[in-house]
C-alpha cells in the first residue's frame, strides 16, 4: 500500500508543480550584454513555459480540480532475475547470536524452506520474554477493565 501511494504521489507532485509553475507572473526580460555572448530568444522567460489550448490537449495535459482520493493502479516494470555466479546464496541472520548447528555444508542443494542454521541469540530469548510479558499485562489488564465496566454499570 505504501508503495502504491508513493507511486501516486508522484504525478500529483508534478501535476502541483506544473500548476503552481503556470500561475507564476512573467520574469523580467534579460537584457543582453555587450560583453557577453550570449543569445536569448524574445519573449522567452527561461522559468516559465506558456502553452496554448491546442498544445495542452496534444501532450495530453489536464487541469482538474484537487481531490483526495485512493489510487489502485500498480506500476509495472520488467527486469531480468539471474542467480549468482557462483551458484551459492549469501544468508546473513536478523540478530546476533552464535551458531549452534548447520543444517547444510557449502555445495549442497537445498529445499524452500529448510533449516540451514539454528542461532542461538540471547537478545532474541529477551525480546520474546518481553513480549510474552506484554500479552499477559494486557490479558489482565482487559480482564481488569470488564469487572470494573461491569460493577460501574451496575
Known amino acids: 500500500m505504501k508503495t502504491t501511494f508513493r507511486f501516486a504521489l508522484i504525478p500529483l507532485c508534478a ?36 502553452l496554448n489550448p491546442e498544445q495542452l490537449k496534444s501532450a495530453g495535459i489536464k487541469t482538474v480540480q484537487v481531490e483526495s482520493r485512493r489510487e489502485l493502479g500498480l506500476l509495472g516494470a ?23 548447528s548447520l543444517g547444510a555444508r557449502v555445495g549442497d542443494r537445498v529445499a524452500k524452506g529448510a533449516v540451514l542454521a539454528v ?19 494486557e490479558r489482565v489488564a ?8 461491569a460493577l460501574f454499570e451496575k
Open 15 to 50: 501535476g502541483l508543480a506544473l500548476m503552481a509553475a503556470c500561475g507564476k507572473p512573467a520574469a523580467p526580460k534579460a537584457e543582453a550584454h555587450d560583453d557577453e555572448k550570449e543569445e536569448h530568444v524574445e519573449g522567452h522567460a527561461e522559468e516559465v513555459v506558456n
Open 78 to 100: 520488467t527486469a531480468q532475475i539471474e542467480p549468482a555466479s557462483d551458484r551459492q546464496a549469501r544468508v546473513g541472520a536478523r540478530v546476533p547470536g552464535r551458531v549452534v
Open 119 to 137: 542461532i542461538d541469540s540471547p537478545e532474541l530469548g529477551r525480546a520474546k520474554a518481553d513480549y510474552v510479558s506484554a500479552i499477559a499485562l
Open 142 to 149: 482487559e480482564g481488569t477493565m470488564s469487572r470494573e465496566k
